[in-house]
């Protein structure tokens, strides 16, 4: 059993490590999906209220509200698979649950990635609103989660700063480390 966790600022390339791990038939689940159904049960537009309903969730439920909620979907995918990807951890609260929850099968990658290539891709996603809230903003707003401390606590760094192909690679070696 092993369970590969991601955090990374947004933008960074998690969404392109899932994609890579779907590929190699690795299921995975997303953290920031949670976020989004939340969304939806709330009757909210997840491209506009997806930062808001996050951070609210933790106020009412507590910092390990979606991180609770995750982990019965890695224990599930678990019975049919002997690797699990969870994209997009926030906080080292975070990383602590999945670390008390898996031990030592739980390996935590920080994804890297300078400023202005993650702008970029944010620009060209159709999923986040970028008018209402700026990437600054949003960065802000992760490292309030406690991002900053995931990362560094981060067992592995992948850094995201050259070709896809490229990333792409070395995503393969983590998976296959």
């Not at 995750?70 to 649950?97: F, N, W, Y």
């Not at 992948?158 to 070395?170: K, T, Y």
Request: hydrophobic content about 40%; charged content about 35%; aromatic content about 4%.
């Amino acid at each position: 059993m092993e369970v590969i966790g991601t955090v990374g600022l947004p933008g960074s390339g998690k969404g392109e490590f899932a994609n890579v791990a779907r590929d190699l038939g690795v299921p995975v689940v997303t953290m920031g999906d949670v976020i989004r159904e939340e969304c939806r049960r709330r009757g909210l537009d997840p491209a506009d209220h997806h930062g808001e309903v996050a951070q609210g969730l933790r106020e009412e439920h507590g910092p390990l509200a979606v991180a609770e909620r995750s982990i019965p979907m890695v224990r599930e995918a678990l019975d049919d698979a002997d690797t699990v990807l969870v994209d997009g951890l926030r906080s080292a609260d975070e990383l602590e649950r999945f670390r008390a929850a898996f031990g030592d099968a739980f390996t935590l990658v920080a994804v890297e990635a300078p400023f202005e290539a993650r702008a970029e891709r944010i620009d060209a996603r159709d999923r986040d609103n970028t008018a209402a809230e700026t990437l600054r903003d949003r960065d802000e707003r992760e490292l309030g989660f406690g991002m900053g401390e995931a990362m560094e606590r981060a067992d592995r760094r992948i850094e995201n700063d050259d070709s896809l192909a490229a990333f792409r690679e070395r995503v393969r070696g983590v998976m296959d480390a």
